[in-house]
């Protein structure tokens, strides 16, 4: 598991050098050149000439990554498979979509752009909401490590430990934790979010399903359901049978995304309708308001154009979601956080008069 992480740690800083502004950049201007016209390996010539500025620059990420996908067309590779290197799944697999639909891979490149300016907003949102409890807790670990390393020695020395009350002993475990075992604190909070990371590729089963209905491991499903969704609607309106339309979604797939059309291809293949493939797997992706919808419209006429519109209003409303849960969390970090200052308050209070107590005597 350790190699994993660490493979995944690589990984992430790789895709991170092509950052959602670059990816952007790329999609638009790679979209731009073959809604005029291009073939995909002139465009992409094109393209590494541009980032490159005429060669001066090859270490350009923009023209590693043109580059590269120039050397997976002579190699007979499709675009979405050597951009999965770089970007992910998510952006992709819509690519992939595209280059099987009769859409054009330019609609399909300008959907990757749109995917990526949601998720950068929901990023943003995320980010906003939290830096200020971060801040707090920060500052609030500085407050207790203060304590723990000059207060609590002194009020040792003019108390007895034995007789302070409930308050005065929490704030005394409190500020031992972070002034003796800080660097275990830390530790601790880098392998809980390192796995956190980890866990949203790799963990799957049925841990999955009830990781999957809160955050962040629900935001992650709400984009890679409001995309597959998406993919699937653009394919089936271009007359690709539904089983082919998952065996090629699953191709490059991460884990996470392979049990879930892997459950979707045993419905479909005994029969059922997509939306009740994914009902049956048990998996409750996209989400199962998401699975009812599909069940009711897969067998309508007009049913794949109105799953895409359904996954463009859901993707819109996952920002919604997302700033909702971003303010949930922002404010049961600054209760807890007035928790603490309260039990520090009331702690250092009862000392106090303890010591006062005792001074008078």
């Not at 005429?54 to 590693?64: E, L, M, T, V």
């Not at 601790?188 to 866990?199: E, R």
Request: glycine share 10%.
């Amino acid at each position: 598991m350790l190699g994993t992480i660490i493979e995944g740690v690589l990984d992430g800083y790789r895709r991170s050098r092509f950052s959602s502004k670059d990816r952007s950049s790329f999609y638009s201007k790679l979209g731009l050149l073959l809604k005029n016209g291009l073939k995909l390996q002139d465009a992409l010539a094109t393209l590494h000439l541009v980032f490159s500025v005429r060669g001066k620059k090859p270490n350009r990420i923009k023209a590693i990554v043109a580059e590269e996908c120039l050397s997976g067309q002579s190699k007979g590779k499709e675009l979405s498979e050597t951009l999965l290197n770089w970007v992910p799944y998510e952006e992709a697999a819509t690519i992939a979509a595209g280059s099987r639909s009769t859409q054009g891979g330019h609609e399909a490149l300008l959907r990757a752009k749109k995917i990526v300016k949601r998720k950068a907003e929901m990023r943003k949102v995320l980010v906003k909401s939290l830096t200020y409890p971060a801040v707090l807790w920060l500052a609030m670990g500085g407050l207790l490590y203060f304590v723990s390393k000059t207060a609590m020695p002194q009020l040792v020395k003019m108390t007895k430990p034995q007789d302070w009350d409930t308050s005065a002993k929490i704030m005394n475990l409190m500020s031992n934790i972070v002034g003796h075992h800080g660097p275990e604190v830390l530790l601790v909070i880098g392998a809980i979010i390192a796995w956190v990371i980890w866990s949203t590729r790799h963990v799957n089963g049925i841990a999955r399903v009830y990781l999957d209905r809160i955050p962040p491991w629900s935001i992650l499903r709400m984009v890679a359901g409001a995309t597959f969704m998406y993919n699937y609607g653009v394919l089936q309106a271009s007359g690709v049978k539904a089983i082919d339309i998952l065996e090629n979604e699953r191709r490059h797939a991460t884990p996470y995304m392979i049990e879930r059309i892997d459950g979707a291809i045993m419905g479909v293949t005994n029969g059922r309708n997509i939306g009740e493939a994914l009902y049956l797997s048990g998996h409750e992706f996209p989400s199962l308001e998401a699975i009812e919808y599909l069940t009711v419209i897969a067998s309508l006429d007009g049913g794949p154009e109105q799953m895409m519109e359904f996954a463009e209003d859901w993707m819109g409303e996952s920002l919604e979601e997302v700033e909702a849960i971003a303010a949930v969390l922002a404010n049961l970090s600054i209760i807890a956080i007035f928790g603490v200052m309260g039990f520090i308050l009331s702690g250092a209070s009862a000392i106090g008069m303890q010591a006062l107590g005792s001074a008078g005597q």
